[in-house]
Protein backbone atom coordinates (compact mmCIF):
# COMPACT_ATOMS: atom_id res chain seq x y z
CA UNK A 1 0.00 0.00 0.00
CA UNK A 2 1.88 3.57 -0.87
CA UNK A 3 2.08 6.01 1.69
CA UNK A 4 -0.14 8.83 1.49
CA UNK A 5 1.20 10.97 4.10
CA UNK A 6 2.98 14.24 3.00
CA UNK A 7 6.23 15.45 4.49
CA UNK A 8 7.57 18.52 4.36
CA UNK A 9 11.28 20.22 4.55
CA UNK A 10 11.18 21.31 7.72
CA UNK A 11 13.37 24.40 6.48
CA UNK A 12 11.44 25.96 3.64
CA UNK A 13 8.30 23.86 4.14
CA UNK A 14 8.07 22.33 0.23
CA UNK A 15 6.54 19.02 0.01
CA UNK A 16 8.83 16.30 -0.45
CA UNK A 17 7.70 13.42 -3.21
CA UNK A 18 8.68 10.21 -3.52
CA UNK A 19 10.07 10.25 -7.16
CA UNK A 20 11.87 6.77 -7.58
CA UNK A 21 12.73 3.78 -5.85
CA UNK A 22 16.59 2.28 -5.44
CA UNK A 23 18.61 -0.80 -5.20
CA UNK A 24 21.51 -1.25 -3.34
CA UNK A 25 24.74 -2.55 -4.63
CA UNK A 26 26.99 -4.54 -3.20
CA UNK A 27 29.84 -3.43 -1.42
CA UNK A 28 32.09 -4.99 -3.36
CA UNK A 29 31.25 -2.85 -6.55
CA UNK A 30 33.13 0.00 -7.04
CA UNK A 31 32.18 1.23 -10.11
CA UNK A 32 30.56 4.32 -10.78
CA UNK A 33 26.99 4.56 -10.10
CA UNK A 34 25.15 7.97 -11.81
CA UNK A 35 21.52 8.72 -10.50
CA UNK A 36 19.79 11.26 -12.62
CA UNK A 37 16.69 13.03 -10.98
CA UNK A 38 13.95 13.83 -13.53
CA UNK A 39 13.96 17.74 -11.86
CA UNK A 40 10.24 18.37 -14.20
CA UNK A 41 8.50 15.46 -12.43
CA UNK A 42 9.92 16.32 -9.28
CA UNK A 43 8.43 20.24 -9.72
CA UNK A 44 5.18 18.69 -11.40
CA UNK A 45 4.77 16.26 -8.13
CA UNK A 46 5.52 18.87 -5.63
CA UNK A 47 2.91 21.33 -7.22
CA UNK A 48 0.44 18.35 -7.07
CA UNK A 49 1.15 18.45 -3.35
CA UNK A 50 0.60 22.21 -3.01
CA UNK A 51 -2.86 21.93 -5.20
CA UNK A 52 -4.08 19.46 -2.63
CA UNK A 53 -3.97 22.57 -0.27
CA UNK A 54 -6.96 24.17 0.32
CA UNK A 55 -6.03 27.65 0.54
CA UNK A 56 -4.11 26.88 -2.71
CA UNK A 57 -7.38 25.77 -4.11
CA UNK A 58 -9.09 28.41 -2.26
CA UNK A 59 -6.80 30.82 -4.22
CA UNK A 60 -6.85 29.40 -7.55
CA UNK A 61 -10.71 29.60 -7.20
CA UNK A 62 -10.32 33.35 -6.42
CA UNK A 63 -8.19 33.49 -9.72
CA UNK A 64 -10.76 32.06 -11.72
CA UNK A 65 -13.37 34.67 -10.29
CA UNK A 66 -11.85 37.66 -11.00
CA UNK A 67 -10.83 36.56 -14.62
CA UNK A 68 -13.72 35.63 -15.51
CA UNK A 69 -13.00 32.89 -17.32
CA UNK A 70 -13.61 29.14 -17.78
CA UNK A 71 -11.10 26.64 -18.87
CA UNK A 72 -11.89 26.70 -22.14
CA UNK A 73 -12.23 30.41 -22.45
CA UNK A 74 -10.10 32.44 -24.40
CA UNK A 75 -9.15 36.36 -24.09
CA UNK A 76 -12.69 38.28 -24.88
CA UNK A 77 -14.83 35.32 -24.05
CA UNK A 78 -18.25 36.29 -22.11
CA UNK A 79 -20.57 33.65 -20.80
CA UNK A 80 -22.99 32.65 -23.97
CA UNK A 81 -20.43 33.49 -26.43
CA UNK A 82 -18.97 30.32 -28.23
CA UNK A 83 -16.56 32.16 -30.53
CA UNK A 84 -14.01 32.62 -28.31
CA UNK A 85 -13.62 28.84 -26.70
CA UNK A 86 -11.29 26.30 -27.65
CA UNK A 87 -12.17 22.70 -27.69
CA UNK A 88 -8.74 21.01 -28.60
CA UNK A 89 -6.66 20.53 -25.32
CA UNK A 90 -3.48 18.92 -27.12
CA UNK A 91 -1.74 22.48 -26.27
CA UNK A 92 -1.92 26.25 -25.79
CA UNK A 93 -5.14 27.60 -28.04
CA UNK A 94 -3.26 30.97 -29.06
CA UNK A 95 -4.72 34.37 -29.50
CA UNK A 96 -8.12 35.50 -28.77
CA UNK A 97 -10.33 37.87 -29.52
CA UNK A 98 -8.48 40.92 -31.20
CA UNK A 99 -5.53 38.82 -31.67
CA UNK A 100 -3.62 41.01 -29.16
CA UNK A 101 -3.07 38.19 -26.38
CA UNK A 102 -2.75 34.78 -26.25
CA UNK A 103 -4.72 34.70 -22.51
CA UNK A 104 -6.56 31.52 -22.35
CA UNK A 105 -8.22 29.43 -19.87
CA UNK A 106 -9.43 29.74 -16.01
CA UNK A 107 -6.81 31.88 -15.44
CA UNK A 108 -5.75 33.45 -18.61
CA UNK A 109 -2.46 31.73 -18.83
CA UNK A 110 -0.79 33.44 -21.96
CA UNK A 111 1.15 31.42 -24.26
CA UNK A 112 4.63 32.16 -22.82
CA UNK A 113 3.73 31.42 -19.74
CA UNK A 114 2.57 28.07 -20.75
CA UNK A 115 6.17 27.04 -22.63
CA UNK A 116 7.95 28.55 -19.20
CA UNK A 117 5.62 27.50 -16.12
CA UNK A 118 4.16 23.97 -18.18
CA UNK A 119 6.79 22.68 -20.67
CA UNK A 120 9.77 23.98 -19.61
CA UNK A 121 9.59 23.99 -15.32
CA UNK A 122 7.46 20.26 -15.63
CA UNK A 123 6.87 18.91 -18.93
CA UNK A 124 3.73 19.29 -19.64
CA UNK A 125 2.43 19.67 -23.24
CA UNK A 126 -1.30 19.91 -23.22
CA UNK A 127 -4.01 22.87 -21.61
CA UNK A 128 -5.93 20.35 -20.07
CA UNK A 129 -7.66 22.02 -17.07
CA UNK A 130 -5.15 20.03 -14.70
CA UNK A 131 -2.72 21.56 -16.23
CA UNK A 132 -4.06 24.65 -15.99
CA UNK A 133 -4.42 24.29 -12.50
CA UNK A 134 -0.53 22.81 -12.48
CA UNK A 135 0.84 25.77 -13.99
CA UNK A 136 -1.29 28.39 -12.04
CA UNK A 137 0.23 27.03 -8.94
CA UNK A 138 3.68 26.89 -10.66
CA UNK A 139 3.44 30.45 -11.24
CA UNK A 140 2.14 31.41 -7.45
CA UNK A 141 5.55 29.32 -6.84
CA UNK A 142 7.69 31.21 -9.05
CA UNK A 143 6.30 34.43 -7.70
CA UNK A 144 7.05 32.98 -4.18
CA UNK A 145 3.54 33.82 -2.61
CA UNK A 146 3.28 30.19 -1.99
CA UNK A 147 3.43 30.60 2.02
CA UNK A 148 1.33 33.21 3.04
CA UNK A 149 -1.41 31.96 0.96
CA UNK A 150 -1.04 28.63 2.60
CA UNK A 151 -1.17 30.46 5.81
CA UNK A 152 -4.00 32.24 4.95
CA UNK A 153 -2.78 35.43 4.45
CA UNK A 154 -3.63 36.42 1.06
CA UNK A 155 -3.45 40.16 0.66
CA UNK A 156 0.69 39.87 0.05
CA UNK A 157 0.19 38.08 -2.20
CA UNK A 158 -2.44 39.87 -3.92
CA UNK A 159 -0.38 42.87 -3.51
CA UNK A 160 2.39 41.28 -5.17
CA UNK A 161 0.62 39.22 -8.01
CA UNK A 162 -1.66 42.48 -9.45
CA UNK A 163 0.58 44.91 -10.86
CA UNK A 164 2.00 42.21 -13.87
CA UNK A 165 0.36 38.64 -13.23
CA UNK A 166 -3.31 38.80 -12.69
CA UNK A 167 -4.22 42.48 -13.42
CA UNK A 168 -7.73 41.44 -12.69
CA UNK A 169 -6.69 41.89 -8.95
CA UNK A 170 -6.80 45.81 -9.89
CA UNK A 171 -10.51 46.06 -10.90
CA UNK A 172 -11.44 44.11 -7.67
CA UNK A 173 -11.17 45.28 -4.12
CA UNK A 174 -9.43 42.98 -1.44
CA UNK A 175 -12.94 42.57 0.31
CA UNK A 176 -14.40 40.80 -3.28
CA UNK A 177 -11.43 38.77 -3.63
CA UNK A 178 -11.11 37.74 0.04
CA UNK A 179 -14.70 36.65 0.08
CA UNK A 180 -14.05 34.59 -3.33
CA UNK A 181 -11.15 33.16 -1.47
CA UNK A 182 -13.36 32.39 1.44
CA UNK A 183 -16.28 31.28 -0.93
CA UNK A 184 -13.72 28.55 -2.46
CA UNK A 185 -13.09 27.21 0.48
CA UNK A 186 -9.74 29.72 2.12
CA UNK A 187 -9.10 29.64 5.74
CA UNK A 188 -8.45 34.20 5.50
CA UNK A 189 -6.62 35.22 8.28
Known amino acids: MPDTQTVASPNSGTPLVKVGEHTT ?44 GDYHAKYGWTPGDTRWVFTDESTHPGAGKGGHTTAAGLYQINKAAWTEHGIKAMGLDDFSPHTQDLIAVEDLRVHNVLNPIIAGDIKPAIDKLKPHEWVSFQVHGFATLNAWFVEGGGGAK
Open 25 to 68: TATSDTSTKKVKVDRKAVRRAQNEEYLKNPNVKAFLYMIGKSEG
